[in-house]
């Protein structure tokens, strides 16, 4: 089956601060991008996307980057606020299953007031 | 709010019960996914509809499991015969494009 994890599972940080969560990917058919974020009791929430042609992609106080050479996303988030608090997952399709979505197990992301 | 509702939002039954859990996508979306969510692990890809047709079956979909979507709006997720290890958050989702809109899902309790 697919593989898609994250580096950390939890990450606390300073309510102002810069966070940055990993994520780590195995198929390297995989050719579009997603992260959410779920907060407790609801479904996961669409943050950014990123295609594979791309290596960097910005949103509102969102970063995303892609390193396909080490099958690697990172998803930046810019002046961490307490509603940033939540899981986030990345989650990869690779071009070859339809809209089959791989979702790695998610990073805890706690904003310190 | 993303659109996509679910019910219910809870379920506790027996083993060896069946349950079924409904899905209404955001109008107008002929994409219909269901996951499924345990606790501490990112959803997993049980099925998927574009309109009416089930075009996609994770091997996790077992024979106890069974989704439809008739006229290509809502959808339903039955379980026969549901054992302890059902027990989950189902998230239903729908797309037009290539991200998904999630539902708040149904949390099933097998006791």
């Known amino acids: 089956g697919e593989s898609v994890g994250l580096h950390l599972p939890t990450l606390s940080v300073q309510e102002g601060d810069n966070s940055i969560i990993n994520c780590a990917y195995s198929n390297s058919a995989s050719d579009y991008f997603i992260w959410y974020k779920q907060e407790s009791g609801k479904g996961p929430q669409f943050i950014i996307d990123?295609?594979?042609?791309?290596d960097k992609r910005q949103g509102q106080r969102v970063t995303v980057l892609l390193n396909k050479t080490v099958k690697h996303l990172s998803l930046q988030i810019a002046a961490t606020q307490p509603g940033d608090s939540a899981v986030y997952f990345c989650?990869?399709?690779?071009?070859?299953?339809?809209?089959?979505?791989?979702f790695g197990t998610g990073t805890s992301l706690t904003v310190i007031p | 709010d993303t659109g996509v509702s679910q019910d219910p939002r809870h379920k506790i039954t027996k083993r060896g019960q069946n349950v079924t859990f409904r899905c209404d996508p955001i109008s107008e979306h002929n994409r219909l996914y269901w996951y499924r969510q345990t606790l501490g692990q990112g959803p997993e890809f049980l099925t998927y509809?574009?309109?009416?047709?089930?075009?996609?079956k994770s091997r996790l979909l077992s024979d106890r499991f069974s989704a439809e979507r008739p006229k290509g709006s809502f959808s339903t997720l039955e379980i026969q015969r549901t054992e302890q290890g059902d027990s989950a958050m189902y998230l239903c989702?729908?797309?037009?494009?290539?991200?998904?809109?999630f539902g708040p899902g149904t949390r099933l309790t097998v006791l």
């Open positions: 989702a729908s797309s037009y494009g290539r991200w998904e809109y």
């Open positions: 989650a990869e399709t690779p071009s070859n299953t339809g809209n089959q979505f791989y």
């Open positions: 509809f574009q309109n009416e047709a089930q075009l996609e």
């Open positions: 990123i295609r594979s042609n791309m």
